[in-house]
């Protein structure tokens, strides 16, 4: 994970990509046959999250099961094979291709879900409704 550099500073001391670094570490050292990761990519800078999507890459080829649970729907759909889509329920379950259809989307979104014309999505969960 590239964090060697780290060992003599406290935890607190670091900062939160450090810290997630840190914490995906401590996973990794126990040598999982599956990762369940939520939220990995919030909150980080693009270096974590690049270090974390190249782990993950890695890990796919050691055939670890990765499971993560995200809010970034463009990310999921362009990094990963599968996605699971849920709102208190399983909604949908495929590829990214399968999943990323406006029928599933507006059932996990509702009026929150805007698809762009390139394909991309956007859910603005700003306000709470009135």
């Known amino acids: ?22 914490f995906l570490a401590r996973a990794l050292a ?12 919030t909150g980080v800078d693009l270096t974590t999250q690049d270090a974390t999507l190249h782990l993950l890459d890695d890990l796919h080829a050691a055939k670890v099961t990765a499971m993560i649970a995200t809010h ?28 990323m259809k406006q029928e599933f989307l507006s059932k996990a979104f509702g009026s929150h879900l805007t698809l762009l014309g ?11 409704p009135e």
Not at 1 to 22: E, F, K, P, T, Y
Not at 76 to 94: E, T, V
């Open 118 to 128: 390139d394909g991309s999505v956007v859910v603005d969960e700003c306000c709470p």
């Open 30 to 41: 126990q040598e999982p046959h599956i990762l369940l990761m939520d939220e990995p990519f």
């Open 1 to 22: 994970m590239g964090i060697a550099n780290l060992a003599a500073q406290s935890i607190g001391d670091l900062s939160g990509g450090q810290q997630q670094r840190v």
């Open 72 to 99: 970034d729907l463009n990310l999921a759909a362009d990094k990963f094979d599968l996605m699971l889509l849920l709102n208190h329920r399983l909604i949908a379950f495929g590829t990214p291709a399968e999943v």
